[in-house]
C-alpha cells in the first residue's frame, strides 16, 4: 500500500510539473498564442513549444529566453532542421486522426507509397495534379484526397467539395469539379471542415499539400517521377 501511495505521488507530482510549465509559459507569450504542445527540446534547458500554426519556439526552463528562428541540427547525418522534427511530429499526430472513409482514394494496383493530399477543385495545380493521376498511380503512389477549399468554409468552392464528399461516386464527382464540370448538389455529414481545421493547424496556406505518414509536408504540384524520389530519400 505504501508503495501505491507513492506512486500515486509521484505521478500527481509529474502531472502538476507540466501543468506549471504551460502556466508559466503562457505568461510569457503573446495573447492568443494557441500552445499545441510543450517538451524538453534537444537544445539543453530548453523547452520547444509548438505554437499556432505548426510554429515552433524555444522557451529557456529558467522562462528568461525566447528564441523564435530556425535551429540547425549538425551531426553524423550531416547539417538537419530541428524545426521540421517537432513540425513533422505535430503533423504526423493530426494526421493520424483522420478516419481511412473520410478521404478519397485513387488506389495504385502495385501500391509502394500512400499520400495524403489537401486539395482544393478550383486551384491551377490541383487541376494539374489531378490531370496525371494515372502517373502517379503506374509509379505506386495511392493518392488519398483530403478537402480544403482555399477561400474557406463557405462560398461556391466550399459547397461544391461537400457535395463530392456527398456524392454517390466521389472519385468521379471530384474529377468533374477539377475539370470544371458542375455536379449535383447534395449536403450530408462531411469531413471538409475537420480537414480545413486539420490543414490549417499543421500550417498549409495553398494547394496542392502533399503530407506523408512521417509528417513530411511538400507544397505544390510534383511529377510522379521527383515525388517518389522525395519520398524514397527521406
Known amino acids: 500500500m505504501h508503495r501505491f501511495i507513492k506512486y500515486l505521488f509521484l505521478i500527481s507530482a509529474i502531472l502538476f510539473s507540466e501543468e506549471d510549465v504551460k502556466k508559466n509559459i503562457q505568461k510569457i507569450l503573446p495573447a492568443g498564442f494557441e500552445i499545441n504542445f510543450i517538451e524538453e527540446s534537444e537544445v539543453p534547458n530548453f523547452y520547444v513549444v509548438n505554437v499556432l500554426n505548426n510554429q515552433i519556439l524555444y522557451v529557456s526552463d529558467d522562462y528568461k529566453f525566447v528564441f523564435a528562428g530556425d535551429l540547425i541540427g549538425i551531426g553524423d547525418d550531416g547539417i538537419v532542421s530541428i524545426n521540421n522534427k517537432y513540425k513533422n511530429k505535430f503533423t504526423q499526430k493530426l494526421i493520424s486522426t483522420i478516419k481511412a472513409e473520410e478521404s478519397i ?3 495504385s494496383k502495385n501500391e509502394r507509397h500512400k499520400i495524403k493530399v489537401f486539395t482544393d477543385i478550383s486551384c491551377a495545380y490541383c487541376r494539374l495534379f489531378h490531370s496525371e493521376i494515372e502517373k502517379y498511380l503506374d509509379e505506386g503512389i495511392t493518392v488519398q484526397y483530403l478537402g480544403f477549399p482555399r477561400d474557406g468554409l463557405e462560398g461556391e468552392v466550399f459547397k461544391n467539395m461537400q457535395s463530392a464528399w456527398c456524392s454517390n461516386n466521389r472519385k ?8 470544371g464540370e ?9 469531413p471538409i471542415k475537420e480537414h480545413f481545421r486539420i490543414g490549417s493547424l499543421i500550417g498549409i496556406t495553398g494547394t496542392p499539400t502533399i503530407v506523408l505518414d512521417d509528417g513530411r509536408k511538400f507544397s505544390g504540384y ?4 521527383d515525388l517518389i524520389e522525395l519520398i524514397d530519400n527521406g
Open 105 to 107: 482514394d485513387f488506389v
Open 172 to 179: 468521379e464527382s471530384l474529377t468533374k469539379l477539377k475539370l
Open 182 to 190: 458542375e455536379i449535383k448538389k447534395e449536403l450530408c455529414q462531411n
Open 222 to 225: 510534383i511529377p510522379a517521377d
